[in-house]
């Protein structure tokens, strides 16, 4: 039996992603890589409604027992499709200046959520909210190497000198991208690049008045 509290705070994101436990025999990675690509091309297709597992089985020739052998919930399938998908969609800018890499990453990531893909993207983490198994793999797959993407551009503007060496980077992390989602899921302002710098800017600059 599972326990209550676990699943509680595996709910809100508190716990560690799980490691995903896969077979390793070629004929189960074939079928592993034949519902990824399926569910990757229902996705472009249709968006999150349209990777069903009865669809992704239908594409792929793989049994949706197969399937729930590999993953715990359709979400999980499309999560790591989606992860694998999107792995090099907002490279890392490197201008030498550590503060205007910071700036220009949210504008990219602000152009990323603007995109066909964003709306993926906001589907996914809203499906998450009610999918715990599927939520771990949206954190292994995807939002993991997006976080420590941002790590390496707060390290190096600490080394730099630039920024404040003791806010925590999942801190940082949080105020500069974390306005983005709000405005992407709830729609309340537009995702355009003026905005995004008014929010770095205001991320980096502090909200109250200097000294004159």
Not at 32 to 42: G, H, I, K
């Amino acid at each position: 039996m599972r326990d209550v509290e676990s699943d509680r705070l595996d709910q809100v994101g508190w716990t560690a992603p799980m490691k995903a436990v896969r077979s390793t025999r070629p004929r189960s990675l074939r079928a592993q890589q034949s519902v990824l690509t399926a569910a990757r091309e229902l996705l472009a297709e249709g968006g999150l409604p349209a990777a069903t597992i009865d669809a992704i089985s239908a594409r792929s020739g793989v049994s949706k027992a197969t399937i729930y052998k590999h993953w715990p919930s359709r979400i999980a399938v499309a999560a790591e499709a989606f992860g694998a998908e999107m792995g090099d969609a907002v490279p890392l800018p490197d201008s030498g200046n550590a503060l205007e890499d910071l700036s220009e990453q949210v504008r990219r990531v602000s152009d990323f959520y603007q995109s066909p893909s964003g709306v993926i993207f906001a589907q996914l983490l809203a499906a998450c909210v009610t999918d715990p198994e599927g939520s771990r793999y949206f954190r292994e797959f995807f939002l993991a190497s997006r976080r420590e993407a941002i790590g390496r551009l707060w390290r190096r503007a600490i080394e730099r000198g630039e920024v404040d060496a003791g806010i925590d980077v999942e801190t940082a992390t949080d105020i500069l991208f974390g306005p983005l989602i709000f405005r992407l899921l709830s729609g309340h302002a537009p995702l355009v690049r003026s905005e995004a710098d008014a929010l770095s800017a205001a991320a980096l600059n502090g909200l109250l008045a200097q000294p004159r």
